[in-house]
């Protein structure tokens, strides 16, 4: 599975942007989809994942209630709305997969990842 993070850029506090991440493979939708982010300085984080049907979500207390993940099957397209951006919302945003149901926040559990898009958000 080949990933590519795309619709980052500058935000006003209080804005809002949306994600997306275009993957390659006729697997695509046997994968359980995830978005992570990584500021300056800072280990990468989980942000939130989506099942491969998309009936399962989870999301990591930083962004429960702002951001929304959101998959297209058919499109083979992974999303992510992010609303209220805060100026601590600035980062790389990357997404990736992996194929079991384990482990959802833990990046070590993810096979693949995709080039971020970089978003910053501003006071």
């Known amino acids: 599975v080949q990933l590519q993070a795309s619709g980052g850029g500058l935000a006003q506090a209080g804005g809002s942007l949306r994600l997306s991440c275009a993957a390659s493979?006729?697997?695509?939708?046997?994968?359980?989809m995830g978005w992570f982010r990584q500021a300056p300085g800072k280990e990468r984080e989980f942000l939130a994942a989506i099942s491969w049907s998309g009936g399962t979500t989870v999301y990591a207390d930083s962004v429960k209630g702002r951001f929304t993940i959101s998959r297209d099957n058919a499109k083979n397209m992974v999303y992510l709305q992010m609303n209220s951006l805060k100026p601590e919302d600035t980062a790389v945003y990357c997404c990736a997969a992996k194929p079991d149901v384990s482990g959802w926040s833990n990046r070590y559990k993810y096979d693949y990842w995709g080039q971020g898009t970089l978003v910053t958000v501003s006071s």
């Open positions: 493979g006729r697997t695509f939708r046997s994968y359980v």
